[in-house]
């Protein structure tokens, strides 16, 4: 397996205000494309996913402006 991107995408939490940091990466393997999301949280609570995408998503993913940040989240 072999990393192709990461980015750290600074937040707000909604509840207290306090700054955050969630992060996502893309890796590559013998079957495709596999994207890593954490939300930065502590890591008794932190939310993390792993999403299998296709060979069109990836670029997507790769070209995603800043302002579009998490939007593999939704």
């Known amino acids: 397996m072999q990393m192709i991107a990461s980015r750290i995408i600074p937040f707000l939490d909604v509840q207290s205000l306090a700054p955050g940091n969630a992060l996502e990466a ?17 890591s008794s609570i932190r939310q993390e996913r792993l999403i299998r995408l296709g060979v069109r998503e990836a670029p997507v993913w790769l070209h995603e402006a800043p302002q579009d940040g998490a939007s593999f989240w939704n």
């Open 26 to 42: 893309l890796f590559r393997d013998e079957k495709g494309f596999i994207l890593y999301l954490s939300d930065g949280g502590p």
